[in-house]
């Protein structure tokens, strides 16, 4: 792990999930970036929390765009 941060980021162009046949254990992440392909593996555990945080940031932003529309 590295202790230095970015402050900066290269914005996801296209992502796919998917689980190896061999080790269905895993879950990997690819995201295309303007850079290229960056694929990431995780475990179910870290899978899961992935999946908790983006569902909990997509609950946000759906209740910020309906306090922006007035809906």
């Known amino acids: 792990m590295t202790d230095k941060r970015s402050t900066s980021a290269d914005f996801v162009t296209a992502f ?9 254990h895993i879950m990997v992440l690819s995201l295309t970036t303007h850079k290229g392909v960056q694929d990431f593996a995780f475990t179910k555990e870290q899978a899961l ?3 908790k945080t983006m569902r909990q940031t997509a609950d946000r932003l759906k209740k ?8």
């Open 49 to 51: 929390l992935v999946a």
């Open 16 to 24: 796919a999930t998917g689980w190896p046949e061999q080790e269905p």
């Open 64 to 71: 910020s765009q309906a306090n922006e529309t007035g809906v």
